[in-house]
């Protein structure tokens, strides 16, 4: 069992749809994260999560939006996307937030918009 | 604008040769500098960190470089393995609590055998 699942591996939507991206992490961390990685560019940060309350939100569009029921589960709920929002998007855990912690990824979503 | 800079998009090396990948930053904030490594259709993976104090941090085959004057950071992977093909992300953070991590682009790194 890996210490972070995401699912689904991979997402085609149109741009009216709803639908939701998971991630799991099994190594009792206390913090979680979302990121954005578009071709050629760098990963971005979109939302820090640390026992469960939002601590980063990076002026990530409303169409975006995070869940954090606990601190072994994460959702991304996209709403209305475009398809620039077409992107791998990584998910990863850490004991706490501070900025020294190593972070574990899972294997990420590959979603295209359409 | 680009904090981070991984100006070579990519490297091919010898099997057996040193591999190096080179990292540019531009805020003087930086205080900590990660390099993670991410094969295809999985996540990054942590692979090395250096902290500013430090100029040199070594984990067995790989050694990471901090030249805080010139603002660059360097992996050093000897002898390189066909298993180190992989993208290399070079990432930096500022000291202090909440402070989120700034990658690079990444460089793709292909270890001939």
């Known amino acids: 069992e890996t210490g972070v699942t995401q699912t689904p591996r991979h997402l085609v939507m149109g741009m009216t749809n709803k639908k939701s991206l998971k991630c799991e992490q099994h190594?009792?961390?206390?913090?979680m994260y979302w990121y954005k990685q578009s071709a050629k560019k760098p990963l971005e940060l979109m939302f820090v999560?640390?026992?469960?309350?939002?601590?980063e939100n990076n002026s990530v569009p409303s169409r975006f939006s995070p869940e954090c029921p606990n601190s072994s589960h994460l959702f991304l709920h996209l709403h209305t996307l475009q398809p620039e929002d077409s992107a791998l998007y990584l998910c990863?855990?850490?004991?706490?937030?501070?900025?020294?912690?190593?972070?574990?990824f899972g294997s990420g979503t590959q979603l295209s918009v359409l | 604008d680009q904090q981070v800079k991984q100006n070579s998009p990519s490297l091919s090396v010898q099997e057996g040769r040193i591999s190096i990948l080179n990292c540019d930053y531009t805020?003087?904030?930086?205080?900590?500098f990660l390099w993670y490594k991410k094969y295809p259709a999985e996540g990054p993976t942590f692979l090395i960190s250096?902290?500013?104090?430090?100029d040199k941090n070594e984990d067995g085959r790989f050694t990471v470089f901090l030249n805080k004057s010139a603002k660059h950071l360097s992996l050093h992977i000897v002898p390189s393995q066909p298993g180190d093909s992989a993208v290399y992300f070079c990432?930096?953070?500022?000291?202090?609590?909440?402070?989120?991590?700034?990658f690079g682009k990444g460089i793709t790194l292909s270890v001939r055998p």
């Open positions: 190594l009792g961390h206390n913090a």
């Open positions: 990863a855990s850490s004991q706490g937030d501070r900025s020294n912690e190593k972070l574990f």
């Open positions: 990432a930096a953070s500022e000291a202090g609590a909440n402070s989120k991590l700034t």
């Open positions: 805020n003087s904030m930086f205080d900590y």
């Open positions: 999560y640390n026992f469960k309350e939002q601590t």
């Open positions: 250096i902290s500013s104090i430090k």
